[in-house]
């Protein structure tokens, strides 16, 4: 079993930044490929990003090029820092994890989901 505890959502301007913060119980979090989903809205969850057990990843295209997923396995955490938000980029945001070292853009991989953390973005 895994609890994840999202941190680091808020209010900002567009063209601004946040980083948001993920921490994982467990002592195998090394082991564990990390996700960030998002939801708006009246939208469906939509995958952001993921990260594997050696720190490959891969993104979204709709986030590439402004967001970074990275990871902190000393502290069981994975990071999400989000530069140049979008109004569009409003959301909640989850936090997932999957007990395999693959990562994998499929949501339906991840049987462990945070609570989510609400990220606004003002035009």
């Known amino acids: 079993q895994v609890t994840l505890i999202e941190s680091g959502g808020g209010l900002v301007q567009a063209g601004g930044a946040l980083r948001l913060s993920c921490a994982a119980s467990?002592?195998?979090?090394?082991?564990?490929?990390m996700g960030w989903v998002r939801q708006a809205p009246g939208q469906e969850r939509e995958f952001v990003a993921t990260?594997?057990?050696?720190?490959?990843?891969s993104y979204a295209d709709s986030v590439k090029g402004r967001f970074i997923i990275s990871r902190e396995n000393a502290k069981n955490t994975v990071y999400l820092q989000m530069n140049s938000l979008k109004p569009e980029d409003t959301a909640v945001y989850y936090c997932?994890?999957?007990?395999?070292?693959?990562?994998?853009?499929?949501?339906?991989?991840?049987?462990?989901w945070g609570q989510g953390t609400q990220v606004t973005v003002s035009s």
């Open positions: 990260i594997d057990w050696i720190a490959g990843t």
């Open positions: 997932a994890a999957r007990g395999r070292v693959a990562y994998s853009t499929k949501n339906n991989d991840y049987p462990y």
């Open positions: 467990g002592r195998t979090f090394s082991n564990y490929a």
